[in-house]
């Protein structure tokens, strides 16, 4: 299991590899890459901030509960910090199981809690300013399903 919060760019391919390079006991690796995205055509980027320690021990936790909860053979998440520009990758999920079920759960649950219940602040800035990201309802009503 790995947990990395960082300013720094990834290469998600390179990621990726390395994962199931390691995971030689999985029969499915799934993977997710969230991209910074530019819904309106005028971001100029977006700041995510975190609270160093805690968003880290936050995001372990949504890990081990998946682990709980699914037989992983091993995870990752790597998320990102700081001015980020549309198109940019903002995150990523791997999961590694014996069986492609369970990997694409838990790597679906662990999305819908790290959009959720990981400790980030984002913000777009726009020509016109800067404006917090509210918390979406459709997130929170995601979250549900995992009861």
Known sequence: MAV?????AF???????????GAV???AVVSFTGVVRDVDGGLRHMMIEHYPGMTEKAIAGIV???????????ALVIHRFGPLA???????????AAHRAAAFA????????????????KKEV???GADWVA????????????D
């Open 126 to 128: 726009t020509a016109d």
């Open 86 to 96: 549309p198109g940019q990758p903002i995150m990523m999920v791997a999961t590694a």
């Open 25 to 27: 006991a999985a029969g």
């Open 135 to 146: 918390a979406k309802d459709a997130d929170e009503a995601a979250l549900g399903r995992w």
């Open 106 to 121: 838990a790597a679906d649950f662990l999305m819908d809690y790290l959009k959720s219940r990981a400790p980030f602040w």
């Open 4 to 8: 990395r919060v960082q300013e720094a």
């Open 11 to 21: 290469d998600a391919g390179v990621e990726l590899n390395a994962f199931t390079a």
């Open 64 to 74: 081990e509960e998946a682990r709980a909860r699914w037989d992983l053979v091993d």
